[in-house]
């Protein structure tokens, strides 16, 4: 039952709960206890909504951000991404595989802005030996959702 909750809500988490209990076939008592059950385990981590910020006219650069380091003795990576997660700035940080070690994504105004955190706090973390910043230009689709608009089919009708 928690996987079927959980893959309804992560493309939903707005769904009524008396549609979510029956779709899941128990009653609505039994979901609210699951998913407050879910919560309190740190299953469900919190509840975001997804915004196309192109189209609001607010100005905001995404930026992902591969970061190489050296990790802390005893303490593997997580110190260092610890240490990078608690900046305000940053949305998310990753521990992945290939030539950096961790992926961390985050928000600012400006390119400037953005560059700046690099700068002047990612690049200056002892444990940091080189970073590489990827300035997301356009989203198509996050999160699951397709963001981008359906192209357009501007060829001229002609008729016989």
Known sequence: MREKILT????????????LAVIIGVDEVTVAQ?????????????????????KTGVEKVTAMIEVRVTPQRDMGFDKVAERIYNYPEVNAVFLISGGFDLLVTLEGK??????QFVTDKLSTLDSV?????????????DHGTI?????KDERMLITP
């Open 34 to 54: 699951e998913l407050k059950q879910m919560e309190e385990e740190h299953i469900i981590c919190g509840y975001h909504t997804l915004i196309d910020w192109d």
């Open 147 to 151: 963001i981008a608009d359906a192209p």
């Open 129 to 141: 030996l080189s970073t590489k910043t990827n300035f997301i230009l356009k989203k198509y689709k």
């Open 110 to 115: 400006t390119l400037r802005e953005v560059s």
């Open 8 to 19: 309804f809500i992560e493309k939903n988490s707005r769904i009524n709960l008396k549609e």
